[in-house]
């Protein structure tokens, strides 16, 4: 019996999921141990998995090995002293690419740092995600674009911008305005034992506002692991909160998708918000200032590589006749020549104009920020620069 929700296991192999496992949860509609509840939950997640045609499923490998291969050529611009920094996101390509091809390209997402392979399947030229780890900028790209919001480095803040982000949603709908359906926010284990977190889910339950919280549990807090923050399953938290929660294999992609799309469905009938906690697994540093080694088995590791998203996603595809070898060269051809492209780019990558700092701090005029901007000016103007 599985805790969390899986469709396709680490040999790649499509499973039917067990509805008394115990990976759903309703502390309002019903119990979670209810068994018409979870069967009814099992028939849609079905009915949503199925929406995913071989094509698509190429479409997420692709998204999938174009993200990690990003992800391993900025870890190498790091060590080289390209980058000031790096958060890498090997191993979770799965979650923020399943979860992200299911919501609507209208809704607002706010990722934390770590969401390259959300940025990728959003459409963001991932090149742009280099410049605020390069330091050559402070926000790197224009959130509106793709409706994929600037990444925010202090851990949980960005679960309130989303919050606020959804209320204001449901305040457009009282007034008969149309618009997006919700608001994503993406957050990893460390960010539950934030304040600024359960701030976000109290506002959220309160207020019944339409906000899907996806938790990437990576099972490393930096070096607290997962066990030492929380007696239970981080998903069964939101029990105290009242939010519905699904508890998913994020190595799989399948359900990964499948499960946000349910999470959406149901958003979209019954209001109010959402929770997945998807259980992955960190396979690098937390950042490149963090040395895995002294906190971690080798043999944990290797357990965790045996059930890799990719090599997963790849055995389906290969075993069910729905690829081949030209498909997979032409994919890891591509994917070379995005990590030439981001090493291009990085070594090419430039300081802005200062005057910049000064742009896109509020989206209205700001008196203090006006004042800043005419004191350098002054300053330049008296030839000290």
Do not use: C, K
């Amino acid at each position: 019996m599985s805790e969390f929700l899986q469709l396709l296991t680490p040999a790649g192999t499509r499973v039917a999921p067990d509805p008394g496992a115990g990976w759903y949860g309703d502390p309002v509609a019903r119990p979670a141990a209810d068994p018409a509840t979870a069967h009814h939950a099992v028939e849609q997640l079905a009915a949503h998995a199925a929406e995913l045609s071989p094509s698509d499923l190429r479409v997420a490998y692709r998204h999938m090995v174009l993200t990690r291969a990003f992800d391993r050529e900025a870890t190498s611009l790091q060590r080289q002293g390209e980058l000031g920094l790096w958060v890498p996101s090997l191993g979770q390509e799965a979650a923020q690419v399943g979860s992200a091809m299911a919501t609507p390209a209208t809704d607002m997402v706010y990722p934390s740092y770590r969401e390259h392979g959300v940025a990728q399947v959003r459409g963001l030229d991932l090149r742009d995600i280099i410049p605020v780890f390069r330091g050559t900028r402070h926000g790197g790209w224009d959130p509106r674009a793709h409706n994929f919001h600037i990444y925010t480095f202090v851990i949980g803040a960005h679960t309130l911008h989303a919050v606020g982000h959804a209320m204001a949603l449901q305040q457009d709908r009282r007034r008969g305005l149309e618009g997006p359906a919700a608001v994503t926010v993406y957050f990893g284990d460390g960010a539950t034992s934030q304040g600024d977190v359960n701030e976000a889910l109290v506002f959220a339950s309160s207020a019944q506002v339409p906000v899907l919280f996806l938790l990437q549990n990576n099972h490393w807090a930096i070096s607290v692991p997962t066990t030492t923050q929380s007696r239970v399953p981080l998903a069964n938290r939101a029990d105290g909160f009242g939010i519905p929660h699904l508890r998913v294999d994020g190595n799989d992609l399948i359900a990964s998708y499948a499960a946000t799309r349910y999470a959406l469905t149901r958003m979209a009938a019954d209001g109010g918000p959402f929770l997945i906690e998807f259980v992955t697994y960190r396979m690098g540093a937390h950042t490149t200032s963090d040395d895995p080694t002294r906190y971690r088995s080798r043999e944990e590791e290797d357990a965790w590589r045996a059930r890799d998203p990719i090599a997963r996603l790849r055995t389906l595809l290969t075993d069910e006749g729905e690829t081949d070898e030209g498909f997979l060269a032409a994919v890891d051809a591509e994917a070379h020549e995005l990590g030439a492209s981001v090493r291009e780019f990085t070594r090419a990558n430039a300081p802005g104009e200062f005057p910049e700092v000064f742009d896109n701090v509020y989206a209205t005029p700001n008196l203090q920020v006006d004042h800043e901007r005419a004191t350098w000016d002054a300053y330049l103007a008296r030839g000290e620069a």
